[in-house]
T-cell receptor
Framework: DAGITQSPRHKVTETGTPVTLRCHQTENHRYMYWYRQDPGHGLRLIHYSYGVKDTDKGEVSDGYSVSRSKTEDFLLTLESATSSQTSVYFC?????????????FGPGTRLTVL | GENVEQHPSTLSVQEGDSAVIKCTYSDSASNYFPWYKQELGKRPQLIIDIRSNVGEKKDQRIAVTLNKTAKHFSLHITETQPEDSAVYFCAATTHNDMRFGAGTRLTVKP
């Protein structure tokens, strides 16, 4: 499992509330990613990080922010959750030396926004 | 940005038959093409990948082929088994992100 954990694994929240998802890795990899998975869309990149305090936007970044204050932790925040953000969120790490290396996924977080 | 299309969306085969899943990509700068298998309720897992300087790669019953000129790549599974049943995703990586296809649900009937 490449030493990746996500918390929480399941969350139900209400529209308008802030939500933070945590990704933790134990192997000191430089690159970390947040994806969302929805039926018919595969996996879509939200944000990624290439080092402590170094982040960039992905394909579907609107409504999301990220932070990486330590190598091992990558946080995804929904400032004001909406029903369209109901999804399964996967964190991933890359074992390569650049962003095009093999990516390994965490177990996922199922988020429901009512 | 990169656009990856994957076909078919569903595929049903008899145990022992071969299965082929095809993907096309739009950005000629893409140079890394992984394939992931995702079982129900589980995380996607890398099963094979290919880089643009290689035309074909095999790993036991799984093979991937890449045609850079036509911008398409394919996953081939031979001698399918019921445990091959899952959703398979292709992806293409260019510049700073990886774009995934929408997935193929493969069912292997015993």
């Amino acid at each position: 499992d490449a030493g990746i954990t996500q918390s929480p694994r399941h969350k139900v929240t209400e529209t308008g509330t802030p939500v933070t998802l945590r990704c933790h890795q134990t192997e000191n990899h430089r690159y970390m990613y947040w994806y969302r998975q929805d039926p018919g869309h595969g996996l879509r990149l939200i944000h990624y990080s290439y080092g402590v305090k170094d982040t960039d936007k992905g394909e579907v970044s609107d409504g999301y922010s990220v932070s990486r204050s330590k190598t091992e932790d990558f946080l995804l925040t929904l400032e004001s959750a909406t029903s369209s953000q109901t999804s399964v969120y996967f964190c991933a790490i890359s074992k390569g030396t650049d962003v095009k290396g093999e990516q390994f996924f965490g177990p996922g977080t199922r988020l429901t926004v009512l | 940005g990169e656009n990856v299309e994957q076909h078919p969306s569903t595929l049903s085969v008899q145990e022992g038959d071969s299965a082929v899943i095809k993907c096309t990509y739009s950005d000629s700068a893409s140079n890394y093409f992984p394939w992931y298998k995702q079982e129900l309720g589980k995380r996607p897992q890398l099963i094979i990948d290919i880089r643009s300087n290689v035309g074909e790669k095999k790993d036991q019953r799984i093979a991937v082929t890449l045609n850079k000129t036509a911008k398409h790549f394919s996953l081939h599974i031979t001698e399918t088994q019921p445990e091959d049943s899952a959703v398979y995703f292709c992806a293409a990586t260019t510049h700073n992100d990886m774009r995934f296809g929408a997935g193929t649900r493969l069912t292997v009937k015993p």
